[in-house]
């Protein structure tokens, strides 16, 4: 089956640096992307959608300046926060779907990111 | 009102017992449904999808979806321990993003030896 590999699964970082999460698909060509947050006990949320060779879609409250999204290849798509602060604290998780698949979404495992 | 409704529990039942999830949604162009569960601070896995009303089953889980009611619905039969998790119902339709989806804030289900 696809699989989506997220890394790191695990970051600390000093408020004020940046952070770089990348989303591969291992055995598929992912051509749109998703990325989504999750605080405790909420749903997730959409952050951005990112076609491969284009500019990202980013959700409405979602700052594009701070969240930056790459999507340079048809399997790899990077999330990097810049200059992190303590409410950027989150589980971050990516999605990846398949070309003609409406509904073959695999996510990627998370990246719990604590800035401290 | 929110796209998509879920009431978050936390359920706990009994192992062997039938659990039944829910989830409401508002918008009639919602085209694919979907079911994940997640354990803790893991990624979603995506258990069941469906497409149009009705039921489909896949072992111990069966997903029903009813179009008019704007209603869908888990079953998990014989729950064992192991099926404690939180379980995300989820739909998509075509927007400007693709087929991104909108997710409910999950249920949390705990089956207890």
């Known amino acids: 089956g696809a699989v989506v590999s997220q890394h790191p699964s695990r970051v600390i970082c000093k408020s004020g640096t940046s952070v770089k999460i990348e989303c591969r698909s291992l055995d598929f060509q992912a051509t749109t992307m998703f990325w989504y947050r999750q605080f405790p006990k909420q749903s997730l949320m959409l952050m951005a959608t990112s076609n491969e060779g284009s500019k990202a879609t980013y959700e409405q409250g979602v700052e594009k300046d701070k969240f930056l999204i790459n999507h340079a290849s048809l399997t790899l798509s990077t999330l990097t926060v810049t200059s992190a602060h303590p409410e950027d604290s989150s589980f971050y998780i990516c999605s990846a779907r398949a070309e003609r698949s409406s509904y073959g979404y695999t996510f990627g495992s998370g990246t719990r990111l604590t800035v401290v | 009102q929110k796209e998509v409704e879920q009431d978050p529990g936390p359920l706990s039942v009994p192992e062997g017992a039938i659990v039944s999830l829910n989830c409401t949604y508002s918008?009639?162009?919602?085209?694919?449904f979907m079911w994940y569960r997640q354990y803790s601070r893991k990624g979603p896995e995506l258990l069941m999808y469906t497409y149009s009303s009705g039921n489909k089953e896949d072992g111990r889980f069966t997903a029903q979806v009813d179009k008019s009611s704007k209603y869908i619905s888990l079953f998990i039969r014989d729950s064992q321990p192991s099926d404690s998790a939180t379980y995300l119902c989820a739909m998509s339709r075509f927007s400007n993003s693709g087929y991104a989806l909108n997710f409910g804030k999950g249920t949390s289900l705990l089956v207890t030896p």
């Open positions: 918008n009639s162009a919602f085209q694919y």
